[in-house]
């Protein structure tokens, strides 16, 4: 035994106190587990969505398109309440494009459309804007209510010759200057030529075109009928001599 230590005293812990060997183990309590998180809503899906835009179209007063896509019918003199509106609940303006149905199997109200894609960054809805026009009507530029327009205008302007009212600088995007008329028209020449492959064989511009519309049995000047799942394997269409005729 220690002289100088008591008879008494007891060992000493780590944190300086006093510990007994008969004495239990402490006891340690579980930290409580944190409470989970509030989980978030559910991004609605492609049923719920489709009915909300449905009801939007409602809503405006506008009538719903037959369309792969929900798409509403607008007039030239309506469609800036429109666009306000649909800014107003969030959309953006995504796209816009210009469409000539002069030579369309099915007839349409008019020779042109004018589509605006809106789209919806939070809910991920979308809705287009059809606005039919005749040949040298104007349509209200969209550039006052989305910035976006001031391109996409352009483009449509410059391809298909709609003039857009209110623009701020309505001019060529894509083609020279000095280009004359709208390279997507319909009735836009195209001052092409015949090709000519090494073997004589040839390809007619004219009734290539014609039977991509359907005008023609023959896609091409070479084993077109094939392409339409008729006629023979036959030797090609030769170029006459000295060029076409």
Known sequence: MDPLKPADAKPMGREGVAQSSTSAAPVVTPAAAPAPAASAPAAPSRD????????????????????????????????????????????????TVGLDYS?????????????????????????FLRVWLDDGETLPSLYPVWRAANYLEREV?????????????????????????????????????????????????????????????GLTGYRGELRRGRGDDRTPPVMPEGGPK
């Not at 020779?111 to 979308?126: E, I, S, T």
């Open 48 to 95: 719920v969505t489709s009915r909300d835009v449905t009801g939007l179209i409602a809503e405006l007063g506008l009538t719903e398109d037959h369309a792969a896509e929900p798409t509403a019918l607008v007039t030239p003199g309506d469609l800036l309440r429109v666009a306000h509106a649909l800014r107003e609940r969030g959309f953006m303006l995504m796209d």
């Open 103 to 127: 030579t369309y199997t099915q007839p349409r109200p008019k020779r042109f459309a004018v589509l605006h894609n809106l789209y919806h960054p939070r809910d991920h809805r979308r809705v």
């Open 157 to 217: 302007y410059d391809l298909m010759g709609v003039t857009f009212t209110g623009h701020p600088d309505l001019r060529k995007v894509l083609t020279p200057d000095d280009l004359e008329g709208h390279p997507l028209r319909k009735d836009f020449p195209l001052g092409e030529t015949p090709t000519l492959f090494r073997d004589g064989r040839f390809l007619d511009p004219a009734a290539f075109r014609a039977g991509l519309t359907g005008r023609d049995a």
